[in-house]
């Protein structure tokens, strides 16, 4: 293996471990922003090296070429494009330079292109989600990677389902739950106070900003990749495609990924130029045709998926009666929240556990939830013990947003 493809491999390789390493997001996210991103990195990847260092053309030269001139003719038909005009029956080729346009076949050359620019435009609403998420001054992506680890911590320890006493209250508490109110809950109130000091209470507004940009962009790669292969006979080729390999169709009926096409070119004589057509030979229309057809049906799924998603989170963000969510984190304990948690998390508070139920799961979300309450409790007295005759403000903002309760 040469050193160009163990470098174009590495790259690959490097780009897929730092989208794998990501928080996990949402069903749409990862579709789009890992599986869609993987899919098409590795398919442009295999299909660079083929066209560079493989033969993706080969052309039928009349016999009285050299060497040279064969390759010659190759390179110029690979640049410049082939054009399909149907072997079966006895239809002349076309006349008109019009007409042979018509049937060019524009795609070949640039399906690695094309490829790899559709993985870049995928990952671009996680890149804009993330930038959304520094601007904003709440480390989400470390408020849940802080969580998970001292989830994964308190899974492994020894004690993590024994009960133990606490001396400031007459009953008992699973040690998971203090491990979450010693540590975790302290984190993430810290997180919401200095987020909100910047545009932390704006981060469920960013990230319905990027979820509609990645259902938007979703429909637009679908429809891309449907113009490329632009097909005279279907508006959408993907399932009549499909339907016509099924039933025997032949490529060289209606054209579709040709494996065989005509290129002309012309040869300069003494005194006028020649044109010359020669037959040459797509052979990676075979596993176009293939990879074409699964990425139009995915990029719909994809597209189709994203859309849901978007519609669910605009429910979700915006609904009126957030108290029933918040509650439901309680089941767990059989608690209520306390008087001022509700107006205390906000929205941006209730958007930062919707992502840990997300990411990491109800169970741990639900003791984050009770934790974030008790910790707040704690913070309230000691405000109360430090101002007593200050006012009953909420703690983690001096305007907070509230949530509708």
């Known amino acids: 293996m040469t050193s160009p493809q163990l470098g174009a491999i590495n790259s690959v390789n490097s780009l897929i471990d730092k989208v794998l390493r990501q928080p996990k997001g949402d069903v749409a996210d990862r579709l789009n922003s890992r599986v869609t991103v993987g899919i098409l990195t590795v398919s442009a990847a295999v299909l660079f090296s ?24 190759n390179q110029f038909c690979y640049v410049h494009g082939t054009y399909f005009s149907s072997l079966e029956g006895e239809e002349p080729l076309p006349v008109k330079e019009e007409e042979r346009q018509d049937e060019f076949v524009r795609y ?15 990952y671009i609403p996680r890149f804009v989600w993330k930038s959304l998420c520094v601007f904003s001054g709440f480390d989400l992506m470390g408020a849940i990677n802080f969580v998970n680890r001292s989830w994964a911590e308190t899974k492994c320890s020894p004690k993590s389902f024994a009960c133990v006493v606490t001396h400031n209250k007459d009953k008992r508490k699973l040690e998971r739950q203090k491990i979450f109110e010693d540590h975790v809950a302290v984190y993430l109130c810290d997180s919401l106070m200095l987020g909100r000091q910047k545009q932390g209470r704006l981060i469920g507004v960013f990230y319905m900003f990027a979820t509609v940009l990645q259902c938007i962009n979703a429909w637009i790669q679908w429809y891309w990749l449907n113009a490329v292969i632009d097909s005279k006979h279907y508006n959408f080729w993907g399932p009549h495609i499909l339907h016509d390999l099924a039933n025997g169709v032949s490529w060289k009926e209606k054209g579709h990924f040709p494996r065989i096409t005509h290129c002309d070119f012309k040869i300069l004589r003494p005194t006028s130029y020649q044109q010359e057509t ?53 089941e767990l304990s059989n608690g209520e929240p306390s008087k001022h948690f509700i107006e205390e998390l906000g929205n941006d508070g209730l958007f930062m556990m919707e992502q840990v139920t997300l990411n990491i799961g109800r169970v741990p979300a639900s003791y984050l939830t009770t934790a974030l309450d008790e910790e707040l409790a704690n913070r309230r007295c000691e405000a109360k013990e430090l101002h007593p005759y200050g006012d009953d403000s909420p703690l983690l903002s001096p305007h907070p947003e509230k949530v509708p309760v």
């Open 108 to 122: 070949y050359q640039w399906v690695p292109y094309i490829l790899a620019a559709q993985a870049l435009l995928f």
């Open 278 to 330: 020669v037959l040459c030979v797509l052979h990676l229309n075979i596993y176009y045709e293939k990879l074409f057809i699964f990425l139009w049906f995915w990029m719909f799924f994809v597209a189709t998926v994203s859309t849901i998603n978007t519609v669910w989170w605009m429910i979700t963000l915006c609904r009126k009666n957030a108290s029933k969510t918040v509650r439901g984190y309680f």
């Open 50 to 73: 083929t066209h560079f260092w493989g033969s993706p053309i080969n052309c039928w030269s009349p016999a009285q070429f050299t060497g040279h001139w064969v390759e010659y003719v």
